[in-house]
């Protein structure tokens, strides 16, 4: 069957049992092509049946459909003509993980970050509206994503518009660990109604169908069918506020997915469709731990075994340390914006489960929270990646910095990611931090100096920084030098040769770097003194903000050349803050060397392939 599908139209053609033959097949495409490149594994699976009833149903050449997230939409991208392309997901120069608008136009709307497709499709339906155009706008969210404070904000605003648009809610009770919340108790009571099936569907059809009765007709049944739907779920949420809610309807059988998509284009107001998928479905590995096979590297299809096996990485550092501090300290606490695993954090749950705090994918929230905490003793820690922190700003501001408070801000996968591309590359924190009054900002160089600058935050009893990447050390420089933190203070990781007379120095170079910069500093200087005489020292910055200005003026002071080193936009960070300092002590006799990423979104690839291509 997938040989004969090249677009959504050769699909239209197939019948109900060539389609599930097909739904097979993209499966078995799928493990096939994550389990080389890696990828987001569980979602897809739990979405091909859904994929292709939403193809079958509507026309992308004119319908929109936005997917949240958008990490579910290898199935969307085989049935839109990029099958071959599929192979090279993730890969430099290949096809993205994520819908992009330049890839295809049937990619209505670039996601990446969790809960904006409601809010999107619901400006692209007024959009619509205005222009006088007539084609369905449809959103495919997960429960996970639902818990995002814009999601809410989407609903509401939807619900009161009564724009024609329908939200797809793809329920798999999972977020990347299980789903938890309030929203998801609420879900949980309509998971337990009965199924929405063919008959009861199409006899709704046919009473819309009766000219001049079928509308009121339909009306007053949905009426009764609410005021039923209130005896037993109380407080029927989305018909609340404004939705027609269709379902919950079995999301891996195609036909009923199809009946219920073509009954909700004929209601004019917003329609909320509850479809149940399982997540990982059809590979029974990923099916039994769904949060393992969200995100996966390469993997053997027969054991599920990862191809590489994993070794020591920042975010595992971090929650060990956290572990330790927290046993000596019981002011400390943890959050997480339903990241627990990929920020460390599973083992501190298991020690300390009344301090730890899993608040759905809602960085907004869980900043405010820690400020809430932290005004009344306790000393949050909250791990977030760089990219999501940006949905934290005004949080880290109005909350946290204003107020001074002691919030520990954890910034894992910052700097270059790799393979998920634009909207995950953690390039922007500390150009954006170091705006903030109030707040301090520091990198480690390596695992023992994340160790030291954790138990450093949670004693500093101010806002503070830290931010680290994706991954483990380098391996190729074991730093010896661990100087003790002190606030505001750089470290000397290599210091000039002393000069002597066989071997003259002719030029001092002074190397600043920040985070895990350093080891490539020291690379660097190696490769400096090795090529030709000059004489360079290696400077670990440690703290964007407040700066070592004293160290850096006498270093500018005494070399001939400055090099900065870091792993984020040129703008703003390290590079800019050696700028000032040089203009403001009017030094102009150095020559200044920058390396960090230029300023443009950096698309997918290895973190390798990239950092050659722009560091
Ligand atoms: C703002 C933001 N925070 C965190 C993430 C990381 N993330 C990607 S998918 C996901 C879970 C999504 O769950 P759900 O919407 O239910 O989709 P599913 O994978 O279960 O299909 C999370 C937390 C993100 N993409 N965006």
Redesign the pocket.
């Given at each position: 069957m997938l040989e004969k599908i090249n677009s959504p139209k050769d699909l239209k053609k197939l019948n109900e049992e060539e389609k599930k033959q097909l739904a097979e097949e993209i499966r078995k495409y799928i493990l096939e092509i994550v389990s080389e490149n890696g990828g987001?594994l569980?979602?897809n699976l739990?979405?091909v049946e859904l994929t292709i009833a939403l193809h079958s149903v509507f026309d992308v050449s004119k319908d929109k459909i936005i997917w949240?997230?958008g990490?579910?939409t290898y199935v969307h991208k085989i049935l839109t003509g990029r099958k071959e392309a599929l192979k090279t997901l993730r890969q430099f120069g290949g096809i993205a993980g994520f819908p992009k608008t330049r890839e295809s136009e049937t990619d209505c709307f670039n996601t990446?970050?969790?809960?904006t497709s409601i809010s999107a499709a619901l400006g692209m339906a007024r959009a619509r509206d205005l222009k006088g155009e007539n084609h369905n706008v449809i959103a495919v969210?997960?429960?996970?994503?639902?818990t995002?404070g814009m999601a809410l904000e989407g609903l509401n605003d939807v619900g009161f518009s009564k724009c024609k648009m329908t939200v797809i809610l793809?329920d798999?009770e999972?977020?990347?660990s299980p789903?938890l919340g309030g929203l998801n108790k609420f879900l949980s009571k309509l998971r337990t109604k009965k199924l929405y099936t063919k008959s009861n569907i199409s006899v709704k059809k046919i009473i819309w169908k009766i000219p001049g009765i079928g509308k009121p007709t339909v009306k007053i049944i949905q009426r009764i069918k609410r005021s039923i739907k209130q005896l037993i779920i109380p407080k029927m949420f989305f018909e609340d506020i404004g939705f027609t809610y269709l379902g919950p309807v079995d999301g891996h059988n195609i036909t009923e997915l199809e009946n219920i998509l073509r009954l909700s284009q004929q209601v004019q107001t917003p329609v909320l469709i509850h479809v149940l998928t399982k997540?990982g479905k059809g590979y029974e590995i990923a099916e039994k731990s769904p949060d393992k096979f969200?995100a996966t590297g390469p993997f053997n299809i027969e054991t599920g075994e990862p191809k590489k096996p994993k070794s020591p990485d920042y975010s595992k550092i971090f929650g060990k340390k956290l572990i330790e501090l927290a046993e000596k300290n019981n002011k400390i606490v943890a959050i997480t914006?339903?990241?627990k695993d990929g920020t460390g954090l599973t083992e501190f749950q298991k020690q300390f489960p009344e301090r730890f705090f899993d608040i759905g994918?809602a960085?907004q929230h869980a900043v405010t929270l820690a400020a809430g905490m932290a005004k009344e003793g306790l000393i949050p820690v909250v791990p977030i990646?760089s990219s999501?922190y940006q949905?934290a700003y005004d949080q880290v501001i109005h909350d946290v910095a204003i107020q001074n408070l002691p919030v520990v801000l954890c910034v894992d996968r910052a700097g270059l990611v790799g393979a998920d591309g634009e909207t995950h590359q953690g390039l922007l924190d500390m150009a954006f931090f170091r705006l903030v009054p109030n707040l301090t900002i520091m990198a480690p160089k390596d695992f023992k100096e994340l160790e030291d600058m954790l138990e450093f935050a949670t004693n500093l009893q101010k806002p503070v920084v830290i931010r680290y990447p994706r991954g483990g050390e380098d391996k190729n420089i074991k730093f010896e030098i661990h100087d003790e933190i002190n606030l505001g203070k750089a470290e000397v990781v290599k210091e000039f040769n002393i000069d002597n007379e066989d071997k003259p120095i002719k030029e001092k170079v002074t190397i600043f770097a920040i985070g895990k910069s350093v080891a490539k500093a020291i690379s660097l200087a190696k490769e400096i003194e090795t090529n030709s005489e000059k004489n360079v020292q290696v400077i670990n910055i440690r703290f964007l903000k407040p700066i070592d200005r004293d160290c850096i003026i006498k270093a500018l002071r005494e070399s001939q050349k400055v090099i900065t080193i870091e792993d984020g936009t040129i703008i703003n960070g390290l590079a800019t803050a050696v700028k000032e300092i040089m203009a403001e002590e009017n030094i102009t006799n150095v020559n200044l060397e920058t390396h960090a990423c230029p300023d443009k979104f950096i698309e997918h690839g290895s973190v390798e392939e990239l950092e050659k291509k722009y560091w």
């Open positions: 987001h569980a979602s739990g979405v949240d997230v990490h579910q990446g970050h969790s809960s969210i997960g429960d996970g994503a639902l995002g793809n798999n999972m977020s990347i789903n997540k969200h914006a339903s990241m994918i960085e990646y999501f949905r």
